[in-house]
């Protein structure tokens, strides 16, 4: 697919402006908009948010990745770390390919699959000034959360292609 500058998180949202909670384990247990401040969840308030923080973002579509198929693989820098969360920010208003998300864990020597969320029906398509973005997290299992993976992978399913992303999330600590 197409290869674009990553926008991270704390760039997007600086804790000097937004509070340095947007992204708290429990946050991402309980709130369906964990990670998007009050007043930035709506898809044009997401996307002028982040065109303001880079110049590489200016227009609606470059502020997202679309799929190009049914996997994204993340590897984590250094020698890998600790999860307690894994989770994404996507558009619910866009087609939703794919109803499911598993994720699942690398640590070099094996695969560990940490569970799905489901990725409700009820908001597909809608108008992105009204609407707003979803935002989903598993809770990585406690018998996998001292575990160090090297590599994380969300997976859409067959027919993800186009499912449209704004984040990954990864929380935990870097080893």
């Not at 704390?10 to 309980?30: H, K, R, Y």
């Not at 590897?75 to 994720?103: M, Q």
């Not at 699942?104 to 489901?118: F, P, R």
Request: glycine share 12%; net charge negative; proline share 5%.
């Amino acid at each position: 697919g197409d290869q674009k500058p990553l926008l991270q998180h704390d760039v997007a949202f600086p804790a000097e402006e937004f509070g340095d909670d947007l992204l708290t384990l429990d946050a991402a247990q309980t709130d369906r908009f964990a990670g998007i401040p009050e007043g930035k969840r709506t898809g044009y308030q997401l996307v002028e948010q982040l065109q303001s923080k880079s110049e590489a973002w200016v227009g609606d579509c470059p502020t997202s990745t679309f799929l190009d198929s049914g996997k994204i693989c993340v590897v984590l820098p250094g020698d890998g770390a600790k999860l307690k969360a894994i989770g994404f920010t996507y558009s619910p208003w866009d087609r939703n390919y794919g109803h499911e998300c598993g994720f699942s864990g690398h640590t070099g020597d094996e695969s560990v699959v940490l569970g799905s969320v489901d990725i409700p029906r009820h908001m597909e398509r809608g108008d992105p000034s009204t609407e707003k973005v979803g935002t989903l997290f598993l809770t990585v299992p406690s018998e996998h959360q001292e575990t160090i993976f090297k590599t994380i992978e969300w997976s859409f399913g067959n027919s993800a292609s186009g499912r449209r992303l704004y984040f990954l999330y990864a929380l935990g600590a870097l080893v």
